[in-house]
């Protein structure tokens, strides 16, 4: 975890980490920073980076993950 930012809590996601700027945009996957980031092609900007061990997330998660956003993003305890 860096910045700040996490998945499982709700307001920080929807609220972004330490910038303050929302990664996750509800009902538009398209426009939020998460999906260009965890879907770019560019190793450069590609989250994770390619420095990491983690690999990048496949199409099928990045596909999985707008959907949600798409359709609203809820968490568990909602």
Same mark, same amino acid.
């Given at each position: 975890?860096?910045?700040?930012?996490? *998945?499982?809590?709700?307001?920080?996601?929807?609220?972004?980490? $330490?910038? +303050?700027?929302?990664? #996750? #945009?509800? /009902?538009? +996957?398209?426009?939020?920073?998460?999906?260009? *980031?965890?879907?770019?092609?560019?190793?450069? /900007?590609?989250?994770?980076?390619?420095?990491?061990?983690?690999?990048? *997330?496949?199409?099928?998660?990045?596909? *999985?993950?707008?959907?949600?956003? $798409?359709?609203?993003?809820?968490?568990?305890?909602?």
């Amino acid at each position: 975890q860096k910045s700040g930012y996490r *998945l499982d809590i709700r307001d920080t996601a929807l609220r972004g980490g $330490d910038s +303050g700027r929302p990664a #996750i #945009i509800p /009902h538009d +996957g398209a426009s939020s920073p998460l999906i260009q *980031l965890v879907g770019s092609a560019d190793p450069d /900007h590609r989250m994770p980076p390619v420095k990491s061990d983690a690999p990048p *997330l496949s199409e099928q998660e990045v596909a *999985l993950l707008r959907a949600w956003i $798409d359709a609203g993003p809820s968490w568990p305890d909602e």
